[in-house]
């Protein structure tokens, strides 16, 4: 009985362990072919005959990223100039003009300049006492200062995006008082992780906060 206890033991931490080296493995193998199918959808703006299949006879995975990198590098340089600015404030004033679009567009807009453009956008992981007193939720902070909310509370209230676990692109947005907020040591990546993962890969604390425990231990 024992024997056989133990083969079922070491079966079971053998496949274990063989799923620990292989499901990562996978997830980012499945991850980066995703990426690379979508990007590879940008090579749809070349004409047919100017297309890898036309030119080499097969596709060439990965040939749409390079391709996505140029059409980003020559819209940034085109942009930044005189001309440019024109014909984006030109396309963006006849975008406004369509009800459902400039909706979208606007609000499609103003994230993406929140996330690339402010420095403390996503880049400081924070905890609030949510959905109930005594129950702590782990979001970022995205905006430090909310004036509206603020004048009409009386103090001055954040903006702070929760994400769900298992899926960290949904989520939901909750505006507290500053005060309640408690800024964390961790960085987005460990925190980004923790809750993909459902609280399963706990960051370490810092050296700081692993000092501080260290003094407060009682002497033997």
Known sequence: MNGGARKKRNLRRYLVAGVLVWLPILATIWVVSFMLRIMDRTLLLLPPSYRPEALVGFSLPGLGAVFALIVLLLTGLLVTNLIGRRLVVWGEELLNRIPVVRTVYGGVKSFAEGVF???????????????????????????????????????????VYISAALNATAGYLVVVPRRQVVELDMTVDEAMRMIITCGVVVPRASHADAARAQLAKPAA
Do not use: C
């Not at 006492?129 to 902070?141: K, T």
């Open 117 to 159: 453009s402010q420095s403390n956008a996503f880049r400081k992981v924070v905890m609030v006492e949510y959905p109930r007193a005594g129950a702590w939720s782990i979001g970022f902070l995205t905006a430090g200062d909310v004036p509206e909310i603020s004048d009409k509370m009386g103090e001055p209230h954040v903006a």
